[in-house]
C-alpha cells in the first residue's frame, strides 16, 4: 500500500525533486551509490547505515521571503496566506556519510592513505552533491537559489561525510486547492 502524499504543496515537492538530483548525482561516486538516499524527518540525521552508503535531504526550515530579501526572511508581514505574490523560502540540508578507517583487528590506527583516500571520497562526493543541487535548479523554474556552506560530519560513530546547506525560493500560496 502506497503511502498517501502530504498535503505540503511548498517544501515538500521541493524535497523529493532535490533527493532524486541528489540520487543521481551520487551514482558514479568514488565510493560507489549510497545504499540509502531518502528525504529524513527530524532536526538530526540518524547516522545508521554509513557503510553502505547513507545520502539525505532534510527540510530545516521553511519561511517568508520576497525577491527582494532571497535568501533572507521578508521585510514585511508575508502575504502567501492571501495568495497575493507571497513566496516562501526553504532551506535544505543535502547530505551523505559513509564509513571511515578506524583501528584494525590489532589495534592499530588508519594508514595516512587510507585516511587520505577517505577524505577524497568525502571531497567527491561534496562536488557531487553541489553539481546535483546546481543543476536540479538550472531551469528556472523557482524564484531562487542559494548554495551555502558544506559541512563535516563525523567522524562519528564511524562515520564521515558532509552536509549542503540549500534555499529554493518558490511562490506559493496556502490557500489554494
Known sequence: MTAPAP???????????????????LAGALAGPPGTCCVVPGRDVALD???AGQAWVRILRVYGSSMESFPDAARQPHDTDRCTGGRWAVEFG?????????LDGRGQPPTGAELEASAGQ????ASRI???VLCCFADGSDEGLWVGDWLPVGPEGGCVGGE??????????????
Not at 543535502?94 to 578506524?102: I, K, L, Q, S
Not at 568525502?122 to 562526493?125: F, P, R
Not at 540549500?166 to 500560496?173: H, K, R
Open 94 to 102: 543535502a547530505g551523505v556519510v559513509r564509513c571511515v578507517p578506524g
Open 122 to 125: 568525502v571531497a567527491d562526493d
Open 7 to 25: 498535503a505540503d504543496a511548498v517544501a515538500w515537492p521541493l524535497a523529493v525533486r532535490l533527493r532524486a538530483c541528489v540520487e543521481t548525482g
Open 130 to 132: 553541489r553539481r546535483a
Open 164 to 177: 549542503l546547506s540549500v534555499v529554493v525560493g518558490v511562490d506559493g500560496c496556502e490557500c489554494a486547492g
Open 49 to 51: 547505515d554509513c557503510c
